[in-house]
């Protein structure tokens, strides 16, 4: 195989690069220093000579690079990004008519604002309402009798949904919910969520045996094989019967077979402080399994477990070595247009939506995701996380927060404010991508601070919309972009 550097020279002598930004043509040896300058920026190495050659450099947009690359070596934050260039801002797209009474909804809501929302033509309007018609509509005969009509009869297939409807997520809202409002109904459907084949029904069995204290239901849950549902019964558990329980998280450390980051996670943190004499053991040893992977999104697990056996950050195994940069990442740099386009599989709603990589301001990030895409690591994966006034975040192989990519991805920080419409790196503390991907719903000019912009959804924003909760992506690819 040849050598990476090798590899980037061949790429970048055979590759046309065009001319940019009415700026003008760049040689293969102004290529090159824009590689060796995003190399410079993703190794964090702010002595890397091309950077002082490339802030000499007669063609602005070589200079701007290095500056900015400079920029984020030096400050996490960069908080120096808006002294950068303007860069061109996405596309506005103007927003559902639904969204605006599903903003209307919010926790003061009375009941007499939740309960037509119930019946509202667009499922994320009800689903919200479900959710606080817990608290606000006791003694409501008419709202109990419609979320008993989501749960009763059990939905038969939870695995599609018509564009515009819902398969399991409607039963899954009610249970929580009658559990507060109607709690005899809920302990009666109880044990057929808890032992539905559709894990996330399961889950609703866990967060309505929480409301209802049903803490024999809970530890059942526990030990379910999916990791979603034991994350949510442990939560539940340690909140319910602290200590008590402790045998029940020690099951989860131990169980090496089915290994589930984000059920590690909690059942250690409920683990810290117990009175067993065994526990400090049983996280250590969990955290030495959790050691061994070279996973660096399951850095999470491993400092949780540490704080549970009394361990030290020393102990951690050190982050994955980093490849350079993909060779793509110069000519995206450089203003490539290179579009994706994200095809949802029929079962769940179907339809298309178009990104435009952001190059321009994540040329690494973007060239990373685009390599990704080529290896069709996101064809099959899922929404797992839907807000619908604010994210929708998928790209997780095991449908949670927890799960993500083996080499994380370091931020590039911009000008962009996250306005509806952009396409974000997941990540959980600085220099921390998972390569999970997040679109803003709304403006979320809040996220600028913490999170990188990568891409644009240019075509589609209505089929982003109507994206639901597990929602499975059947590829993506790259695209054409338009004459």
Known sequence: MLPAMLRTFLFLLLLPLPALAQGARLGTADSTLVANVLAAEDRRDASDPALTRALKHGDVRIRTLAARALGRINDTLFASRDSLPPVAPPPVWPEPAWRLRFRALTPTSDCGAVKPALSDSAWPVRLRAATLAGTRCTGDADVTATLRGWIDPMPKNTTKRAAGGVSWHAAAAALPALARLEPATARAALPRFATHNAWPLRRAAARAAAVLGDTARL??????????????????????AGHEADSAYIEVLRDQKHPHPQAARVAGDALRGSPR????????????FWNRRPVDSERDVRRYLLAASGGSAEEERPLNKREPPPPEAVTLALGADVRLRVTMQGASGGGAFVVRLRGDVAPIMAARILALVRKGYYDGLTWHRVEHDFVIQGGSAGDNEYVGYDTYLHDELGTLDHPRGTVGMSTRGHDAGDAQWFVNLRDNPRLRRDYTVFGEVVEGMDVVDGIMELDRIARIEVVRPPA
């Open 219 to 240: 530890v059942s849950l526990v030990a379910d094989e999916n990791g979603n549902v034991q994350e949510a019964a442990i939560e539940a558990l340690a909140k319910l």
């Open 277 to 288: 004499d065994d526990a400090t053991y049983e996280a250590r040893k969990a955290f030495e």
